[in-house]
């Protein structure tokens, strides 16, 4: 089945740790997205990659980092800067950007906490 | 004031009930509209495209109003398992990248 797969499922970051969270997907989307939710807030917009080996911030970049080297794979890193990391963190892909109306597809989240 | 605003709740109803939830968005020029629906603590699942004439999938209907700038979603016949999240999701005109504004949703608990 197609889709897209987030691991881990729970992670937990200690003071002055980078971490990773792996996004994969198999739809051969070629945008791709990163959110962050938290609690009686919306998703907001971490990164986005519309082709690989390209990235952009979106509203809330600070803190952290992505890259793009393969079609298939988009990790974020939270690092060290970022100083609230605590949050329910989202992958997402589209088949493109060429329209507003493209459907977006979800992995099923990772859940990041401060030890 | 938010770009996009949906009454939190939660929103308590007994089975078989109808329910409406609104959404209120701040940019006129938005063009696209969308309701998804989220689980706790799973990925949010689209539900239904809102358009202008206003649509229906099942016991779901979506209906837009521009002049107000809000958007409905009316549940009829609620069952146990529409409990969830409701999540209002706005495309403004952006021109560029994909760029969804997603409320902060509206819960619904439907009680036997």
């Known amino acids: 089945d197609g889709g897209i797969t987030q691991s881990p499922k729970y992670l937990f970051r200690k003071e002055g740790q980078n971490v990773t969270l792996s996004c994969e997907q198999n739809l051969n989307h070629d945008a791709m997205y990163w959110y962050r939710q938290d609690p009686g807030q919306g998703l907001r917009l971490i990164y986005y990659s519309q082709i690989v080996n390209d990235f952009q911030k979106g509203d809330i970049a600070e803190g952290y980092s992505v890259s793009r080297e393969k079609k298939e794979s988009f990790p974020l890193t939270v690092t060290s800067a970022q100083k609230n990391p605590t949050a329910f963190y989202l992958c997402a892909s589209s088949i493109g950007q060429t329209s507003t109306n493209e459907k977006l597809f979800f992995g099923s989240g990772t859940q990041l906490s401060v030890l | 004031r938010k770009e996009v605003e949906q009454d939190p709740g939660p929103f308590n109803v007994p089975e078989g009930a109808t329910v409406a939830f609104n959404c209120t968005y701040s940019n006129s020029a938005s063009q696209s509209f969308f309701w998804y629906r989220q689980d706790c603590r799973k990925e949010p699942k689209l539900l239904m495209s809102v358009y202008s004439s206003g649509n229906e999938d099942g016991r779901f209907t979506a209906q837009l109003n521009r002049a107000s700038q809000y958007i409905s979603l009316l549940i009829r016949d609620s069952k146990l398992s529409d409990s969830a999240t409701y999540l209002c999701?706005?495309?403004?005109?952006?021109?560029?990248?994909?760029?969804?504004?997603f409320g902060a949703g509206t819960r619904l608990a439907v009680h036997p």
């Open positions: 999701v706005v495309v403004p005109f952006s021109g560029g990248y994909n760029k969804l504004i």
